[in-house]
């Protein structure tokens, strides 16, 4: 024992006090000139042992989210009226960018059937069909400009949804034929109605108070 603390006071592992020396703190890894905290071991034990348990528990919610059916009915209710676009270009630049959020033409990719992603894009969907639907244009919707000011601001297509959509991601030229082709294609074809924005308020408000995405509890 003696001579094992005089190899950890060599190698400045233990102070030279005889009253702060705890034996068994330290052990000898391979000889007495390459000694190795236990401590230190142990915490990195410990370390590994959170990770692991952190690990399973996000699997265990992985699955246990997976038992929430809300996100995967993907639903695509019949077209009740279309909007008539004023060119196949602009259809064409609307579908890419917009046409999943904004119409009842929705694709569903496989990954809309995995939570929680499934619950994002169902949300999304419907707060976006909610807002403006080109296959219902004989319901109410917003008027141009606000339309064209969510496009021009970079609000739409939204952020979320470009990275796994390259023909969301307009260039700047694009951007402008799309607000130039819709100001053309609502002229050319109005909406039966077009909702004012108190209206456009409530039915936000109304939306946030629906509550919040659904959980795996």
């Known amino acids: 024992m003696q001579t094992g603390r005089l190899n950890c006071e060599a190698h400045g592992l233990l102070p030279t ?23 230190g071991a142990w915490n990195r034990y410990g370390a590994r042992r959170i990770i692991g348990f952190t ?9 246990l989210a997976q038992a929430v059916p809300y996100g995967r009915a993907h639903a695509n209710p019949p077209v009740t009226r279309a909007l008539k676009f004023d ?3 602009t259809q064409e630049l609307f579908t890419g960018a917009c046409g999943d959020c904004h119409s009842n033409l929705t694709k569903w990719p496989w990954y ?3 939570a929680p992603v499934s619950w994002l894009v169902a949300h999304d969907v419907e707060d976006g069909r909610a807002r403006f639907n080109v296959s219902q244009w004989d319901q109410p919707q917003p008027d141009i ?5 969510q496009i021009s601001s ?35 074809d109005p909406p039966s109605l077009l909702r004012s924005r108190s209206a456009e ?11 919040p995405l659904p959980s795996a509890e």
């Open 55 to 63: 690990v399973l528990g996000a699997f265990v919610l992985f699955l």
């Open 154 to 188: 970079g609000e739409m297509p939204d952020w979320k949804y470009k990275p796994l959509h390259p023909s969301a991601q307009l260039s700047t030229a694009q951007t402008q034929a799309l607000m130039n082709g819709l100001a053309r294609s609502y002229a050319k």
């Open 112 to 114: 809309t059937n995995v």
């Open 17 to 39: 006090s005889d009253s702060s020396y705890a034996p068994g703190s330290y052990e000898v890894a391979a000889g007495a000139s390459n000694l190795v905290p236990i401590k």
């Open 87 to 89: 060119t196949a270009t």
């Open 145 to 149: 400009q606000r339309v064209l000011k």
């Open 201 to 211: 308020r409530a039915a936000a408000d109304s939306r946030a108070k629906s509550g």
